[in-house]
C-alpha cells in the first residue's frame, strides 16, 4: 500500500497544533504537561513561558503551587536533561528512561566503572537522602569522602544518572533557587503511588510523544526520548497507528486519531523559551527551524536560544534586558517583517513582558524590535 506523503508545511502545521501553538488551550498547568510529555527546564523560568504561549489562561502561582504540593516535579528526565512533568507522568516514565540515563553516564566517562562500586555509591546516596532532602554539594561532599579514590565529578554524575531523584521547589520566583535541595524521587511521591514497570512506561511514553509531536519517525522519537532500540514498542503499537512518509521517504508514525491540518491553516506569533522542547522533538527540526537559522539557534555546547516563530517557523531570536528597575524585551529577527507582522510581534511581545517581568517593573518596561540579523 502507498503511504501518503507529508511535506514540510504539513508537518509543521500538524505539530504546532498538537502543541496548542496554533490556538491556546483551556487545560489546566498539570493536564498541559502530561499533554506535552514534560516541560524542558534547563533554566527555572522557561516551563512557565512555555506554558504561557500554550495556555489562554495560564498565571504564574498555579505552576508553582504544583510544584509546592507535589504534583509536578523538577528531575533528569528525556535526553538526560531537565524537565517539568507531573508527579504521575515521572513515576510513569523514570524507570522506563534509566537506559537513556545510564547511556549518558557512560558516554561522559567511558571508562565505565565497577558495577558493585557504582551500586555501592548509589545505595550510600539512597541512604543519605533518607535523612532528609539535601543539596547535591552536601551530597557530592559525604560520597567524596566514603569513595576518596573516585574522581567527585564521576561520583556526582553517577548519582543523578543512576539514583531517581527530584528537586526540591523553594520559595525562589520560578520555584528553584541555582543551589536547590535534592529527594529521593520515588520516597518524595509515595503518596501518588508505585513506579511503573518499564515496558508499561515505554508503551504509555511513546502514545504520548506521538500525541504531542506526531507524525513522527522512529529516528525523531529516540532522539527526542535519548533512548534506542524503541523499534519493538513502535511495532507492538501498529495497529492503532497511520504510517505517513516525509518528502526524503522517511517512514512516519503517528496515531489514528489524531488530524492532519491543511498546510495553509493560518499560524500566529509566538515566542518560546529557552531549550524548548518544540526544537528538539525531533531529529530532523526543520519542520521547525529552517537549516539556514539553524547555527543562529542551537549553539554549543547544547545551548538553545529562545526563539520567535513567524508563519509556524523559527524565524528569530529574542532577549529581555533588565536594567535596575527597568526591562526591555529586544527581538531579533531574521529576515525582513511585513508591518502586519511587525504589529503582531509588538503586541504578543508586550504581552510576554507583562507575564516575565515582577509587576512592579512593568510600567517601565518596553519592546524593540531590532535590526534584521544576517
Known amino acids: 500500500m502507498t503511504m501518503p506523503v507529508l511535506n514540510r508545511r504539513q508537518l509543521n502545521r500538524a505539530t504546532l497544533a498538537r502543541q496548542w501553538l496554533l490556538e491556546r488551550a483551556a487545560v489546566s498547568p498539570l493536564e498541559a504537561s502530561e499533554h506535552l510529555v514534560g516541560l524542558q527546564a534547563q533554566l527555572p523560568a522557561a516551563p512557565f513561558i512555555a506554558l504561557w504561549t500554550r495556555l489562554r489562561h495560564f498565571h504564574h502561582q498555579e505552576l508553582l503551587q504544583l510544584l509546592q504540593q507535589r ?7 528525556m535526553r538526560a536533561t531537565l524537565h517539568l512533568v507531573s508527579a504521575a507522568d515521572y513515576l510513569h516514565y523514570r524507570l522506563a528512561l534509566q537506559p537513556a540515563l545510564t547511556r549518558s553516564l557512560q558516554s561522559f566517562f567511558r571508562r ?6 557504582q551500586a555501592a555509591i548509589v545505595e550510600e546516596a539512597r541512604s543519605f537522602l533518607q535523612e532528609g532532602p539535601t543539596t547535591f554539594a552536601s551530597l557530592r561532599q559525604r560520597l567524596a569522602e566514603r569513595f576518596p ?4 565529578a564521576y561520583i556526582a554524575y553517577l548519582v543523578r544518572m543512576q539514583l531517581p531523584l527530584v528537586q526540591v521547589p523553594d520559595q525562589s520566583a520560578w520555584g528553584f533557587s541555582n543551589n536547590p535541595r535534592y529527594a529521593a524521587g520515588f520516597d518524595w511521591l509515595r503518596e501518588e503511588g508505585e513506579p511503573w514497570l518499564p515496558e508499561e512506561g515505554l508503551r504509555l511514553l511513546v502514545r504520548r510523544y506521538l500525541t504531542a509531536f506526531g507524525p513522527a519517525s522512529l529516528r525523531d522519537l529516540q532522539s527526542w526520548s535519548g533512548l534506542t532500540g524503541l523499534a519493538p514498542v513502535v511495532r507492538s503499537l501498529r495497529a492503532d497507528l497511520c504510517v505517513y512518509r516525509d518528502e526524503q521517504g522517511q517512514e512516519l508514525f503517528d496515531l489514528a486519531d489524531q488530524p492532519l491540518l491543511p498546510e495553509d491553516c493560518p499560524a500566529p506569533i509566538r515566542f518560546l523559551p529557552d531549550f524548548d522542547n518544540l526544537l528538539l522533538g525531533h531529529a530532523n527540526r526543520e519542520r ?3 537549516a539556514a537559522y ?4 542551537l549553539l554549543p555546547p547544547g545551548r538553545v536560544l529562545p526563539t520567535i516563530l513567524v508563519d509556524g517557523f523559527v524565524a528569530g531570536t529574542w532577549t529581555i534586558r533588565r536594567r535596575r528597575r527597568r526591562s526591555q524585551l529586544l527581538m531579533m529577527p531574521f529576515s525582513t517583517l511585513s508591518p502586519e507582522q511587525r504589529d503582531e510581534l509588538v503586541a504578543e511581545g508586550q504581552q510576554q513582558l507583562a507575564f516575565v517581568v515582577p509587576e512592579e517593573e512593568t ?3 518596553d519592546v524593540e524590535i531590532l535590526s534584521q540579523l544576517r
Open 71 to 77: 504534583k509536578m516535579v523538577r528531575a533528569t528526565l
Open 112 to 117: 565505565g566503572g565497577d558495577p558493585a562500586i
Open 149 to 152: 579514590e573516585l574522581e567527585p
Open 288 to 290: 521547525i527551524l529552517p
Open 294 to 297: 539553524r547555527q543562529a539557534v
Open 363 to 365: 510600567r517601565q518596561s
